[in-house]
């Protein structure tokens, strides 16, 4: 992230009494390993795509239950990233019904 952004995001985070910035990585290849300490709510990574997830799903296979800010370097776009889980009840099930579930039309 360059450094211009990177003060500008530490700055709108330090004015937050509910958000604590617990640690400051510069390397991305840091990012799993400090990961690997502890549960953490919120990782933001600066990126030049914040669309690919290849970044994101790293760190979400170290820390699942975190969510992922992948912002651009340019600072003009953003992408948070987290896992979801989903459930939905299907009532009762027909085969048709089914076949719908598995495909997402339902």
């Known amino acids: 992230m360059p450094p211009l952004l990177h003060d500008i995001v530490i700055d709108a985070l330090t004015g937050q009494t509910e958000i604590e910035v617990v640690r400051d990585l510069g390397e991305e290849d840091g990012v799993a390993r400090a990961l690997s300490d502890g549960t ?6 600066g990126a ?13 296979r170290v820390s699942p239950h975190s969510k992922v800010l992948v912002i651009a370097t340019s600072g003009r776009s953003a992408v948070m990233h987290e896992l979801c889980p989903v459930k939905r009840a299907l009532g009762e099930l027909s085969p048709q019904g ?3 579930a598995i495909r997402g039309q339902r």
């Open 40 to 45: 953490v709510d919120v990782v933001i990574i």
């Open 48 to 60: 030049r795509q914040p669309e690919d997830s290849a970044l994101a799903a790293s760190v979400l």
């Open 98 to 100: 089914l076949v719908e």
